[in-house]
């Protein structure tokens, strides 16, 4: 019982110190920038580094540029009409001019802001053409790098020779390239096969392998949901483990990449990875992280559930969703900062683009605990004594979904029994026979007579009963067992895993409601439809379950009202 009570404290000091420290988030709302966008299925945004007026976002089909900050946008390159689409944007950090475009059929640049393209670089076969990643060198724009579905290529010319990067296997899929913070030099580029370091730009060396499995390779799973235009990128999306690679603006060793299982860190230049804390962050499957250089504390995390900010502090994550409508959150992106106000960051989603100002004001922070802390943690968990626990919630879902441990158990006995059982095996037949024959013959009373017809029934029928006594040992259907087991274990992780997130990010919530009451009507509003969200996601997995047990606790409590009464 200690064990449980000091758990609970932990759990709950958490909460509580990332509500006192980080208070700012819950103040923090998205404004919708996406005015003039004829496409709302977007995944790619590029930010011009000295001006926070332009910036380009991206369509499978259409590029388009902002000059005032995204209150308009307007269309500047498009790829309607073709099979060809657009996979990546970037801009040259030291001429922001020059604008790239990579898609599934090379690579095109722009020269003049998008108003003439012109391709560049054109592989051959499909891998090399298809487009994930463009890096320009910060010191020598004549130096491009791009990822493709078969590897690295660069340039050092600007375009006109192009040279395949050493040491990757020619199926990497390279889905993101960056460099180093401090030395410009190393350059680092996530794949599906891992993380790649290097030193000259031409020769790479692995240092971090991913458990990717390369009978995957190439299959690409496209949500049902996606448009078929989107076919190949979110294809790619679905099966690269790791996403993006960036690097910390003030420490030279820190990066960070983007994984479909959370964020990966290292202190020392790759040599070394860790995984990041994931206290409230409801989603582990990251596509896309963001780091300020206003605000080098925090990283920003653009997931299938919405919008995390990452405190290496305190090792935790706030969500950030305040007006955005959807949760599928492609990639984010920030803007320079301007006079007298932080950088603006962009967020791009399935449904549209959205632009938060105040994202980076640093939260401020304390390291002196409420007075009375364990028991003012155990007064808050008493306030929800009412609901069903974690464990209650987790068997729901487990006999909702069908993959108690016990069923696998049911499926050995089953399949053992079977062994005792015989192979049966039933026949039965009949036929006819007939017979035609003409016999004449004369008698005293009759003189020919024909019998020309005899007719015969014929039947037959067996049982056979078989042992395969090979069967009390070992069977086929013992193999199957062993897969579907496996396949069911995972199942039940990854469930287990999400009910568990939501059911704490939801408790998260409800502790913050309650030590910081909402100042508007408004903001009670949105406190609560995100409650309801969160309620509706783990009755989605539970069949219902906590809102049935709500429902019977509040019918309970009325029922005593009336008695008292």
């Known amino acids: 019982m200690k064990t449980l009570v000091l758990r609970i404290f932990v759990l709950l000091w958490c909460l509580l110190a990332a509500a006192y420290c980080y208070p700012i988030t819950s103040d923090m709302e998205w404004e919708n920038a996406g005015s003039g966008i004829m496409d709302t299925n977007l995944h790619a945004f590029a930010a011009s580094p000295t001006d926070p007026s332009v910036a380009y976002t991206a369509s499978y089909k259409a ?25 990546t944007i970037a801009i040259a950090p030291l ?7 990579g898609t599934a059929k090379g690579l095109y640049r722009s020269s003049d802001k998008g108003q003439h393209w012109g391709r560049i670089f054109q592989g051959t076969g499909e891998g090399e053409n298809m487009i994930l990643a463009v890096f320009s060198d910060p010191e020598n724009p004549g130096n491009i790098y791009i990822g493709t579905s078969a590897g690295i290529f660069f340039t050092e010319d600007s375009g006109e020779n192009w040279y395949r990067g050493q040491n990757l296997p020619s199926d990497s899929i390279v ?3 960056s460099n180093g913070a401090h030395d410009r030099r190393v350059l680092y580029a996530a794949s599906v096969r891992g993380i790649y370091k290097s030193t000259d730009g031409s020769a790479w060396e692995r240092v971090y392998k991913s458990d990717f499995d390369d009978s995957d390779l190439y299959l690409f799973i496209v949500d049902e949901e996606e448009s078929s235009e989107d076919a190949d990128v979110a294809g790619i999306r679905d099966i690269s483990h790791i996403r993006k690679i960036i690097s910390s603006p003030e420490d030279s060793g820190v990066l960070y990449a983007a994984t479909s299982r959370g964020l990966l860190m290292t202190t ?13 962050l409801v989603s582990r499957n990251i596509h896309d992280i ?27 994550w706030d969500e950030m969703y305040k007006g955005i409508a959807t949760s599928d959150i492609r990639c984010l992106a ?13 967020a791009v989603t399935k449904t549209g683009l959205y632009k938060l100002s105040a994202a980076v004001i640093p939260a401020p922070s304390t390291n002196h605990a409420p007075r009375n802390m364990e028991t003012e943690a155990l007064d808050l968990l008493r306030l929800f004594d009412h609901e069903p626990s974690m464990e209650e919630i987790k068997e729901a879902a487990i006999e909702y979904a069908e993959v108690s441990p016990d069923k696998i158990t049911k499926w050995r006995k089953a399949a053992a029994n079977r062994a005792w059982l015989p192979d049966l095996s039933m026949k039965y037949g009949s036929a006819r026979d007939w017979q035609n024959s003409s016999y004449f013959y004369s008698t005293k009373d009759e003189k020919y007579k024909d019998d ?33 087991s496996k396949l069911m274990v995972q199942l039940r992780d990854d469930l287990l895993n999400e009910v568990t997130r939501l059911y704490f990010e939801r408790r998260r919530l409800q502790i ?17 439809l995100r409650l309801q969200e969160l309620t509706a996601s783990i009755d989605a997995l539970t069949d219902s379950f906590l809102s049935k047990r709500l429902s019977q606790i509040e019918t309970g409590a009325q029922r005593r009202d009336v008695k008292v009464k």
Not at 273 to 278: E, F, I, K, L, P
Not at 453 to 471: A, E, M, P, Q
Request: proline share 6%.
């Open 63 to 87: 590029v388009y540029r902002t000059i005032d900050a995204g209150n308009t946008w307007d269309e500047i390159f498009s790829l309607r009409g073709t099979d060809n689409g657009i996979n």
């Open 334 to 346: 920030f803007s320079p900062a301007q006079q007298n106000a932080p950088p603006l960051l962009w």
């Open 268 to 280: 020392d230049g790759g040599q070394t990875w860790t995984q990041s804390g994931t206290t409230g």
């Open 452 to 484: 020309d017809i005899t007719k015969g029934r014929d039947s037959d029928w067996y049982v056979s009963l078989t042992w395969n006594l090979g069967d009390l040992i070992w069977d086929d259907a013992q193999t199957s067992i062993d897969n579907r």
């Open 290 to 316: 963001a780091v300020s250089p206003s605000d080098p504390d925090h990283v920003y995390a653009a997931t299938d559930r919405g919008i995390f900010r990452y405190s290496e502090n305190t090792d935790s």
């Open 175 to 177: 889905t993101s390239i």
């Open 512 to 528: 913050d409601m309650v030590m910081s009451p909402p100042g508007s009507a408004k903001e009670y509003i949105d406190r609560d």
């Open 95 to 101: 001429d922001p001019v020059i604008i790239y475009a």
